[in-house]
């Protein structure tokens, strides 16, 4: 892929979109690119963890970061394998030493997250003990380059709509950009790709097309990632679990206009709003389908 990113969506890719035919408002056929969505079975060496549904692209990120982002693998723990097989849909990781999780299966709490998230009670019991870093800032110069360069992204997001992007960031790079069909498989894909490239999460940006709810408020604390950024709108708890942790909490970051209800002494205003300029008909388009 071309541009400014390690990783980033390929919307020309046929197996994550497919065309399906139809009948516009006039009764006119027309063709319709629709996004793909199969099952993917997670185990965790011999224990089958969840089925998740997903565009299927990144397997082994997804795996890893929705462990990782589940506390189910730490950081000291060592992955001797990752093992995917399309035909039977499953995915598996190895680690040398088994880990028994069923006391965390026992434990789980149902989000508003799309298809399968979920949110462990330990994952919340850990969530205190985390320090984001108080020295991160965000320049209000690299927010709106960021938002620029992220909507104007080709992307499934643009192709065929019913998806989420995640993209994570450094000042005004956007360095991976992940979608699916639930928010949090975005998230986890990201997840999974720092942990295994060991990437440190202490001056990283995280940027979603999403609302900021609770659990893309807990994924990014437990990530270590200080800022976390939408263009789209906030849940109360998301809020208040983002002043609790000490995350700056931007969103409705659209064009020149943004709104910050946590974190905001990270914030450095080194740009006149009045020359970012409005959006570009891409972020409108995004900004439309990002309730989807």
Not at 115 to 141: H, Y
């Amino acid at each position: 892929m071309t541009g400014p990113y390690i990783l980033q969506p390929d919307p020309s890719d046929p197996a994550l979109s497919t065309e399906v035919p139809g009948i516009d408002q006039t009764g006119a056929p027309v063709m319709t690119k629709v996004v793909t969505e199969k099952p993917l079975t997670l185990y965790l060496n011999s224990q089958e963890v969840v089925t998740m549904m997903t565009i299927g692209d990144h397997p082994d990120l997804l795996a890893v970061g929705y462990l990782k982002n589940q506390n189910m693998l730490s950081d000291t723990d060592v992955i001797t394998g990752i093992d995917y097989d399309d035909d039977l849909e499953v995915v598996v990781v190895r680690t040398e030493q088994e880990t028994n999780f069923e006391d965390k299966m026992k434990k789980k709490v149902r989000t508003s997250g799309c298809a399968q998230g979920t949110v462990f009670g330990d994952v919340m019991e850990g969530f205190d003990r985390i320090d984001l870093p108080a020295n991160a800032k965000i320049k209000t110069s690299w927010l709106y380059h960021l938002a620029k360069t992220i909507n104007m992204t080709p992307s499934l997001y643009l192709e065929a709509g019913a998806i989420h992007g995640c993209v994570l960031c450094q000042e005004d790079k956007p360095l991976v950009y992940m979608e699916d069909v639930g928010r949090h498989n975005a998230v986890d894909k990201i997840a999974g790709w720092m942990m295994l490239n060991k990437i440190p999460a202490g001056d990283k940006i995280f940027y979603t097309t999403g609302r900021l709810t609770s659990e893309m408020v807990i994924k990014t604390v437990m990530m270590g990632i200080p800022v976390l950024v939408s263009r789209s709108g906030f849940t109360a708890w998301g809020v208040e679990l983002a002043q609790k942790a000490g995350l700056t909490l931007i969103g409705r970051a659209r064009g020149k206009r943004f709104v910050a209800l946590a974190g905001n002494e990270r914030i450095e205003f080194d740009m006149n709003p009045d020359l970012a300029g409005d959006e570009p008909e891409n972020a409108r388009r995004k900004g439309s389908m990002a309730a989807e």
